[in-house]
């Protein structure tokens, strides 16, 4: 029997990548959604890649007996928790909001597991635990001081898995550390559709050379970088899923809590991501520099080694096919998802 994997957020950006790598790994991935940040037409793209149609719980993950339903009808074996909030300006309009979707959200699943004897646990975190440390390579040990809401919740569920783990050892915990993930499926059927303006980056730069904004704004060109602008650790996003399979194979249900960086050890700035979309799409970006973006560090990325060594996993892909990918999704998806 193929162990089930519950996926929480499955239909969102990262989780849809994530459900279609696990039935190709032989998983079988059943997914608890609400559709806060994702649309329904993505299960069918799922099963037009993999030929498998997922099963598909809607449900709030803050909701005890929603979840108690699908532990009860489906023996999970794995949870991954991908369902969350994850906009940093709207955590600090909205505190109570992101605390009640990401860090209430997170117990009462922990508390089902617990109930049902469910006790390995991955958990998508972020490089924003970290804050700024005053240097740009963060390794696992780099001290944690998040300076915004969202990480500040982020950084308490880690708490969290680390209180529950001292007091019960019996589970097998991942806190996985997320850098920057961009792409999508070379099939271009999935990647990223954020409602609105996007916040981030890589998708503002796709809606540019899809016709959808006119112009990049680039926020400061005045940082100690290559060229001045921000530098990141921009990870393709399934290789960001791959290194969750090697993951799941590494802890094989053995008591433990990992704590792992997830990143390609790379760096590249707004202006080189913008040139190297531009040669990946042929389209030209228009762009203007702004002030510096507040909250903003100069230069981020990972040191890979821990996770190279601790679960054999390192990214493959490079910026290059970041683009490829991102447009390739972008031009046959212009206005994202249908309804
Ligand atoms: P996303 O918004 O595309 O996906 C999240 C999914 O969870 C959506 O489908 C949404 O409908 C669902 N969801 C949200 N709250 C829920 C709830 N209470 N109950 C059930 N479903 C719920 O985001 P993503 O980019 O795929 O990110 C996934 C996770 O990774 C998030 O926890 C995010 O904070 C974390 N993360 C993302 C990034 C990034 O840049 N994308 C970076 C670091 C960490
Ligand atoms: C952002 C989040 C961070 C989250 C991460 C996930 C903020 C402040 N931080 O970080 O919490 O974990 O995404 O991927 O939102 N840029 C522009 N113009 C734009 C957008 C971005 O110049 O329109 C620049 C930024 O200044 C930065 C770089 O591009 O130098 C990357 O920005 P972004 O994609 O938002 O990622 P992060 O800032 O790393």
Redesign the pocket.
Known sequence: MKPKILVTGGTGYIGSHMVVSLIEAGYEPIIFDNFSNSKRSVIGRIEQITGHKPKLIEGDIRNEKELSRVFEKYQISSVINFAGR????ESEVDPLLYFSYNVEGTIVLLRVMKKFGVKEFIFSS???VYGDPGYDEFDEETPLSPI?N??QS?WMVEEILRKLYKAEPDWSIAILR?????GAHPSGLIGEDPSGI????????SQVAVGRREK?????ND?DTRDG????DYIHVLDLVDGHLAVLKAMNHKPQLLTLNLGTGNNT??LE?VHAFEKASGKTIP?EI?A?????????WTNPNKAKKVIGWQAKRDINDMCIDTWRWQQKNPNGYPD
């Open positions: 994850k906009a940093v300006g972020s490089a924003t915004n969202y990480g982020k997320y850098f920057n993930p961009v996007p916040a981030n980056l890589m998708p503002f730069i990049l704004r680039v926020f400061g940082y602008t921000g530098a990141r700035t707004v991501l762009y702004c510096r973006r507040p909250g903003d560090k100069n230069a981020c």
